[in-house]
């Protein structure tokens, strides 16, 4: 789909264009149902010596859900599940919940532009990574490194991008997300070279399944550098402990 770019105008920045020249790059991703200013939000917390971008998926979640997604849900006995387009990804008991978690990060949505409706058909994770690396390739100040941080859908998103240009990245943070099925070019590259990976869930959380885990506890220590953190208690979420582990993985990725 030649017609699906992220929308610059909707990019939020941690700094303006004259401070950006030399400094590694900090992409965020957000989940299913959400927005560019949720993950934002935790641009305090997280090391000053990145510029960080926050990008908007340039799909419309489907009514009644608010927001945006970064591919298309999963039909299930008339149920729309966020997630992966694929069968074990997400339950669709927790559906609901899910959606309010995506928006747990961060929860300033003023000034939302008004959305277009996009065919759910033609929104597939394949159409986003190629807007997210177009975008990336179109800045006119090049970063010095690039790292990806995304929740739930959007550390789906993480995940792929690396496995599309294994070379380009310096490291994934993936919060609460997982890994999608299935084996993609890059992979070989990746389980030569290793890079560094944060992969955060909470126990409790209840919407991405037991086989998904699984598929992610089993890929990601043979195509990376894993940093695992397991936080009791937490659900589909983002904690202030796990916001913590992720500055300090942040601050190290860049530094390698």
């Not at 929104?123 to 975008?135: F, G, H, K, M």
């Not at 294994?166 to 997982?178: A, C, D, I, Q």
């Not at 209840?206 to 659900?235: F, Q």
């Amino acid at each position: 789909m030649d017609d699906v770019r992220i929308d610059e105008s909707a990019v939020l920045w941690s700094a303006g264009p004259q401070q950006r020249a030399g400094r590694p790059l900090l992409v965020i991703l957000h989940g299913y149902g959400s927005n560019e200013a949720d993950l934002f939000s935790l641009s305090p917390y997280l090391p000053l010596s990145p510029v960080i971008a926050s990008l908007r998926a340039p799909f419309t979640a489907p009514w009644p859900v608010d927001g945006y997604s970064w591919f298309r849900l999963r039909q299930r006995a008339d149920v729309s599940i966020p997630g992966l387009p694929a069968d074990d990804a997400v339950d669709p008991a927790v559906h609901a919940d899910s959606v309010a978690a995506d928006h747990a990060a961060a929860l300033d949505t003023d000034g939302v532009a008004p959305r277009v409706p996009v065919v759910a058909a033609d929104a597939t994770p394949e159409a986003s990574i190629d807007a997210v690396v177009a975008w990336l390739d179109a800045l006119e100040t090049p970063p010095a490194q690039i790292g990806l941080l995304g929740f739930s859908q959007g550390g789906v998103m993480a995940i792929e991008l690396m496995r599309r240009q294994p070379e380009r990245f310096s490291f994934v943070v993936n919060l609460s997300g997982f890994v999608y099925e299935g084996e993609h070019e890059g992979d070989v590259a990746l389980a030569e070279s290793l890079p560094p990976v944060f992969w955060g869930r909470g126990t409790l959380d209840e919407v991405i399944t037991e086989a998904a885990i699984v598929r992610t506890t089993d890929w990601l220590p043979a195509h990376s550098t894993l940093s695992g953190r397991i936080y009791e208690g937490l659900g589909h979420a983002v904690s202030p402990q796990e916001l913590t582990d992720v500055a300090g993985f942040v601050e190290r990725g860049f530094a390698a």
